[in-house]
């Protein structure tokens, strides 16, 4: 009882007692406020790393995948069709896309995507990071009103001159003779007879030793005929080719509107790749928030770019929903039974990114050991101010030893001392974390006009609003080991306190 | 045996009872060196080592330190000795006051009787047990349940209000639950004692804002809220004019008389020592009885043994059973 009561008195007259509090305070606010951050950004990051990526992939056969689609997905539904939600096939390779614009031509390096809207739609978030189609069943269709654009782009550019026009047959000149190479692409219209001829003269191919090679790309010559006789495929954009953010005003401004022609070169399918052409016309822009996959992110359909590369009904990878995420390990374990390494990869989307995620993790964690130092400084203060005081109460600790209170109890007031001052900072600390992390926006946009610096930029991560996550579990280990600490600085001088001899303490007047 | 805080609520039982806590069987008087003494001191030694480092350090190089100390001060400095073999009886309900020059080691001797401090030789009894080199744990109980001090520099805390020192003794004995549930209780019998030391109108204040003899009687009220058996009392009145000093102690003989608390009390007055049922005096490191103690009348046989000159007929006959 005196203990509390004595606690009590101290907390109130002490008020170097205050200090060591608003320290502790200081410490778990921050601790509390920067792992809610961190987390947040982390979970944000996943989630839409994740929703790009579905939960489990199983992928093979480099840019041209693996045949027999079909027969994979049977496979698959067979050993684990209890835990799968949904899965889909998709085409993943690399190409070029072309821009004609303001006169000149852009072409930049891509990824290029081909799946099944709807089906991608299933296995993760993509119609959420569709600009225009938010929300809806995503399609690659280009509307009759796309159409009118894109008619009045090609018309009025003049650029695509050759290739607006049905009629036109379209065969690359090869950047081989020097005149061309990896930033744009001529078009020239071909002679009569020339794609055999230059078949036959390929440098790259001997025909005699890779005949089927041959006919395969002479499969694809006549196929090329089709593409070119045909409208103009749907391709979503990533975002920040489409977009760049203007500075005065802070907004984004769409450079390359909906229905805008667009050009890609893709490496054909087979033993020797060649570059395919198609045009397309921009139905959508693909925008996650990853900068990474906002920049290179083009989306098609699945069956438009197999027909384009050639590449019958094969997939490069398998992406697969999963009912219950925890179960990604035995997925994944039965999943490599069926389909062996070496000849296939099957991974978590966490695998996948593995290096990132880790990254990420890392940074936190040694986030959190450095703030926990300043605890730790904290704590020394303590250890401090409580030595001091267990000197100045000699006398007091003495008189209640005379009085019958055993050492454990003159140690205890310390104890409780300590775990008073950081329960109360912890909690102080607590309550104060949280406001700042509920009230995170606003604090920043303060911050930021009244510093004139952009603490938080929106450019960067194209969030509206800082992420935040408050881990109900971190927070009540910040908050406990603070106080841990606390007590901990205050077990010397509480000790100190259980020695001291009454006789000592009371023989003197003070 | 009823719980404490049952025998706190009857703190006002008769004499009779309270002194029947001390009878003890006669036939153990042969072999109890106590002798049905309530406190009895035999060759008690004790000196201090001035001008020595300290000892008892902990910790290496709290030892080290020690070493050192020695190396430098010579051997083990200079003993003083204070006391040199004291002998001391007291009866259950006696009153027995201690004069004696400053630094003749009055105080050192109650701190060892109170068991605050371990003589170098010699026993204390207390209650028929030995009570000198007790474990901490027994020494502290009995502090708090059977030993009520005043001491002479008063000693309360700064922090606590006159009530709160006051109950203090209270505190420590019971835990938390008890002090809450009989938070009002306490509070009415603190009342009670700080009215009888005439301090009721000072009850929530702090010591700084009192007087030394308020200080003074504080301790007093402290050293009796916990129903000692015997109350250790350096210089109670030391720091109190005449009046409020035969105030205090009136209420200390009437406790003595009617409830058979015991006293122990070092003063430096005569008149205050002279209402004693007997003074001894502490000389030369010895206790020795007060020849003119001018209530001789009132003791058996004062020089010659100090032993039977315990108080009245009435308590010795209640004692012998
Ligand atoms: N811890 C100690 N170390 C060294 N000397 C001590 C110690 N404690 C007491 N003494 C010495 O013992 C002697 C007796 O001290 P004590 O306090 O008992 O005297 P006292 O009779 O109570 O005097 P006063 O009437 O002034 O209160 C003094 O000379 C003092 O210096
Ligand atoms: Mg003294």
């Known amino acids: 009882m005196y203990k509390w009561l004595l606690v009590y008195r101290y907390l109130r007259t002490r008020r170097i007692a205050a200090a060591s509090v608003l320290s502790v305070t200081l410490g778990v606010a921050t601790l509390v406020v920067v792992n809610a951050v961190m987390t947040g950004f982390a979970t944000e990051m996943r989630q839409r790393i994740r929703g790009i990526l579905s939960d489990v992939v199983v992928q093979g056969g480099g840019i041209d995948g693996f045949a027999d689609v079909d027969r994979h997905l049977r496979l698959i539904d067979e050993a684990v069709g209890e835990y799968v939600e949904a899965m889909t096939p998709v085409i993943e390779t690399f190409g070029l896309l072309s821009i004609d614009y303001l006169g000149q031509t852009q072409t930049f390096w891509v990824q290029i995507i081909g799946v099944d809207p709807v089906g991608k739609a299933r296995v993760g978030e993509f119609a959420e990071h569709l600009v225009v189609q938010k929300g809806r069943v995503p399609s690659f269709e280009v509307p009759a009103d796309l159409r009118a654009v894109e008619r009045v782009f090609l018309e009025r550019e003049g650029i695509l001159g050759d290739l607006h026009r049905p009629s036109a047959r379209l065969v690359p000149q090869l950047g081989l003779n020097g005149r061309s190479g990896v930033r744009t692409v001529h078009f020239e219209r071909p002679r009569q007879g020339e794609t055999e001829e230059f078949l036959d003269k390929n440098p790259f191919g001997d025909s005699g030793l890779d005949r089927e090679a041959t006919q395969q790309q002479k499969a694809l010559l006549e196929l090329d005929e089709d593409l070119a006789h045909a409208d103009s495929m749907g391709l979503v954009l990533p975002y920040l080719i489409a977009a760049y953010r203007d500075p005065s005003s802070g907004r984004d401004k769409i450079v390359i509107p909906l229905g805008y022609p667009v050009r890609l070169v893709v490496p054909g399918s087979g033993r020797r790749p060649q570059p395919r052409f198609a045009r397309f016309a921009v139905v959508d822009y693909f925008k996650s928030g990853m900068s990474e996959y906002d920049q290179r992110n083009c989306y098609v359909s699945i069956d438009d770019l197999r027909r384009i590369r050639g590449m019958g009904d094969r997939a490069t990878a398998i992406q697969i929903k999963l009912k219950d995420y925890s179960k990604a390990r035995l997925v994944v374990a039965k999943l490599r039974q069926l389909f062996p390494p070496g000849y296939y990869q099957v991974a978590t989307w966490e695998e996948l990114q593995g290096p990132l995620l880790a990254a990420v993790d890392t940074e936190r964690r040694i986030l959190t050991i450095l703030l926990f130092l300043i605890i730790a400084v904290a704590g020394f203060g303590i250890l401090a101010i409580f030595s001091l005081i267990v000197v100045e109460k000699t006398r007091d600790i003495g008189i209640l030893k005379a009085l019958g209170a055993s050492d454990s109890g003159a140690q205890a007031i310390f104890l409780t001392y300590g775990l008073t001052l950081g329960a109360l900072g912890s909690a102080i600390g607590t309550f104060l974390g949280l406001q700042i992390v509920w009230n995170i926006d606003r604090i920043e946009r303060w911050m930021s006009t009244w510093t004139g610096h952009e603490i938080f930029d929106r450019n960067l991560y194209y969030f509206d609003q800082i992420p935040t996550v408050v881990e109900p579990a971190t927070v009540c280990a910040v908050a406990i080991g603070a106080t841990a600490i606390a007590l901990l600085a205050s077990v010397l001088p509480a000790r100190r306190a259980a020695r001291l001899r009454a006789i000592e303490a009371i023989r003197h007047e003070q | ?321």
């Not at chain 2, 001090?149 to 505190?171: D, G, K, S």
């Not at chain 2, 009215?195 to 200080?215: I, M, N």
């Not at chain 2, 001894?280 to 032993?307: E, F, I, M, T, Y």
Request: net charge neutral.
């Open chain 2, 1 to 321: 045996m009823l719980p404490d805080y049952e025998r706190l609520k009857q703190s006002d039982m008769s004499s009779e009872s309270r002194l029947r806590l001390h009878r003890f069987d006669p036939a153990q008087g042969d072999t109890d060196p106590s002798r049905g003494y309530l406190l009895s001191a035999r060759g008690l030694i004790k000196s201090y080592r001035q001008g020595a480092w300290p000892q008892r350090r902990r910790g290496l190089l709290g030892r080290a330190l020690d070493l050192l100390g020695r190396l430098r001060d010579g051997q083990d400095g200079i003993e003083v000795p204070v006391l040199l073999g004291v002998d001391l009886d007291i009866s259950p309900g006696e009153f027995v006051s201690i004069v004696g020059q400053s630094g003749s080691g009055k105080s050192t001797l109650l701190h060892l009787l109170g068991t605050l401090d371990d003589p170098d030789a010699g026993e204390i009894w207390f209650e028929g047990r030995r009570i000198d080199g007790l474990p901490a744990p027994e020494r502290d109980r009995l502090r708090n349940h059977s030993f009520g001090f005043v001491f002479q520099f008063y000693h309360l805390l700064p922090e606590l209000t006159v009530l709160e020192n006051t109950l203090l003794p209270l505190y420590i004995r019971h835990g938390t639950k008890a002090a809450i549930r009989y938070r009002r209780m306490w509070r009415r019998r603190a009342c009670e004692i700080l009215d009888r030391v005439g301090l009721s109108h000072r009850v929530d204040h702090l010591p700084r804002q009192l007087s030394g003899g308020e200080l003074q009687r504080t301790a007093i009220a402290r050293a009796l809220i916990g129903d000692p058996v015997l109350l250790f009392a350096d210089e109670p009145t030391g720091n109190l004019d005449p009046a409020t000093g035969d105030d205090v102690l009136d209420l200390l003989i009437s406790l003595c008389r009617e409830q058979g608390l015991s006293i122990i009390m070092v003063t430096h007055e005569q008149e205050i020592a002279a209402r004693a049922d007997r003074t001894l005096r502490l000389h030369a490191g010895q206790l020795v009885p007060v020849s003119s103690c001018p209530k001789q009348s009132r003791l058996d046989a004062p020089s010659l043994n100090p032993k039977i000159s315990c108080g009245s007929e009435g308590r010795v006959a209640t004692r012998g059973g």
